[in-house]
């Protein structure tokens, strides 16, 4: 299951596509959407689980869009701490 999020990962995102603040920052991205993935965020996705227990082959397709999901959430936390870094307090 790791090596099919670290494709689906590297497919949604690639090296060198963000620009701005987190430009170069995809691989950290893509680590941190794993660990979430890994940590249970996949089993919060009833439509993955059921999927997965049937051994369904859209447990594919809901794998797919909790990575995505998971690399946007991820994304838009590092943009977050990199804008509290950038700006000055107050």
């Known amino acids: 299951m790791r090596n099919l ?19 170069g920052r995809e691989s950290e991205i893509r680590q941190n959407a794993a660990s979430m993935l890994k940590q249970g965020f996949l089993l919060g996705n009833l439509d993955f689980v059921k999927a997965a227990e049937r ?14 999901t998971a690399l946007k959430r991820c994304k838009a936390r590092l943009m977050r ?6 700006l000055p307090p107050g």
């Open 5 to 23: 999020i670290d494709e689906i990962a590297r497919r949604k995102l690639p090296d060198g596509v963000i620009g701005g603040i987190i430009a």
């Open 55 to 68: 051994r369904d082959r859209s447990a594919t397709l809901h794998l797919e869009r909790g990575v995505a």
């Open 81 to 86: 701490k990199r804008i509290k870094e950038i």
